[in-house]
């Protein structure tokens, strides 16, 4: 996707056994467009091999505010200067303390201190034992960096490499790429709370059957991603998918329409966006058995009735809120063909301000799609794209809509 093209890192190791997550981070960056520049702490070099860590960057790695190759010998200034951000990852509670203090004796403190701080944004990713982690001193310390102006990547929870389990492991190298790249991403739903429904839904039959369908979830899931990009709280009320929880977004698990509907109605309530990608099953099936169905053997077939489900989407439009104005809602419409006119139809049968057509056979499952954006005054078409670059532009489509009702 190239979500980093254009953009220099300058990507700082301090010491700590995650320096082993360095080395696959600065792939991930330079994978997704980005250029890096490796600085690393003498104890970081007690860990990894500036070696491994030039010939993955492609570039020489400094490591002493003595280093006499920069021609006017100010490699602090230099390679601050140039950065678009600087990514600490490993950051120690060593590190942690001396950026607190402003301390600036080694190359990698001295840069950050040097940086123009409106210009060149500081990311940190810890790396601890869970201990250090949760001492007040670091706490205390993260507390105030963040309040200087430092951005916390936070850590993951688990086996450390020092035996003990819990907090303070370094976030693995995808979490910290789709940080960084959310980190640059406009904050145009900041202060915003979405809602998203996705994948399909799972209607049971009797306890190993059911009714369901072939939607991935995947824009669902790219929709969320990107509200959370675009600064929104969201909450991601799921279907039975296999999809992993895009970073910082709160994921609700659901199987039937029924139970997607009290978990919608339940997050409605402090939603300012909702957006109802989910394939939700027209019917469930009147009665579930509480067994198996067997075969009798005569070879007659069980005969089953049928339940039309609460339309979700219809339900929230006709809320309070929603008529309000206080809850924007945006309906998806999958079709096979005549893509306008059943998403214009559509949307007024929602009662929704935007509905987004596409074509279901060429969305379900895929990685690309093409959307409709169809509202009172027409419609607008957004081309065949990767699902997340649709989505940040319905993200900033939507944000645009909510601006001028505000
Ligand atoms: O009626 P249809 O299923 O084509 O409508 C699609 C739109 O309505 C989607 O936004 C879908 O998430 C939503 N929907 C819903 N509850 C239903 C059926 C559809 O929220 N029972």
């Known amino acids: 996707m190239n979500d ?5 890192i300058v990507l700082g190791l301090s010491g700590g ?16 467009g980005a250029s890096v520049q490796v600085v690393m702490t003498e104890a970081a070099g007690q860990f990894i091999t500036p070696v491994t860590m030039q010939a993955l960057s492609n570039r020489p790695v400094y490591a002493s505010q003595w ?7 100010m ?3 230099n390679l601050s200067r140039e950065a678009d951000a600087i990514l600490i990852a490993p950051c120690s509670a060593d590190f942690i303390a001396k950026l607190l203090h402003g ?18 944004p500081l990311l940190i990713a810890p790396a601890m034992n869970r201990e250090m982690w949760a001492h007040p001193a670091t ?8 309040a200087d102006g430092a951005t916390l990547l936070g850590v993951g929870n688990g086996f450390q490499a020092c035996g003990e389990t819990g907090d303070g492991r370094m976030l693995e190298p995808q979490e910290l790429l789709e940080d960084v790249i959310a980190f640059f991403q406009p904050k145009r739903l900041a202060g915003q709370q979405v809602l998203v429904t996705a994948g399909p839904t799972y209607e049971a039959i009797d306890p190993v059957r059911g009714i369901t369908n072939r939607s991935s979830g995947k824009m669902g899931f790219a929709i969320a991603r990107a509200a959370r990009e675009a600064g929104a709280q969201v909450t991601l009320v799921a279907g039975p998918v296999g999809l992993p929880t895009p970073r910082g977004v709160t994921r609700v698990d659901v199987k039937s329409a029924q139970n997607m509907l009290e978990a919608v109605m339940q997050h409605a309530v402090s939603a300012s966006v909702f957006i109802a990608t989910a394939a939700v099953a027209d019917w469930r099936p009147a009665t579930t058995a509480e067994h198996k169905i067997k075969k009798d053997g005569t070879g007659q077939c069980p005969s089953m009735g049928f339940i039309e489900n609460p339309d979700i989407l219809a339900t929230v439009a006709q809320s309070p809120r929603a008529t309000a104005g206080a809850l924007f809602c945006v309906g998806f419409a999958a079709e096979s063909h005549d893509l306008l006119a059943h998403a214009t139809a559509k949307r007024v ?4 301000p935007l509905l987004v057509g596409n074509i279901g056979p060429a969305t379900f499952g895929h990685d690309d799609n093409a959307l409709l954006l169809v509202d009172e005054r027409g419609a607008r078409e957004l081309p065949c794209a990767p699902k ?8 900033a489509d939507i944000a645009g809509r909510i601006r001028v009702s505000a």
């Open 139 to 146: 706490q205390r310390n993260l507390a105030h960096l963040q």
């Open 103 to 120: 301390r600036a004796d080694d190359l990698l403190s001295l840069l950050c201190l040097a940086r123009p701080i409106a210009q060149v």
């Open 388 to 395: 997340l670059v649709l989505a940040r532009q319905l993200i």
């Open 67 to 73: 280093d006499a190759r920069e021609p006017n010998n």
């Open 17 to 32: 056994i995650a320096c082993y997550k360095a080395a696959e981070l600065c792939r991930a960056l330079i994978k997704e």
């Open 75 to 77: 490699a602090h200034i």
């Open 4 to 8: 980093l093209a254009g953009k220099h």
């Open 349 to 352: 049968r929602k009662g929704v």
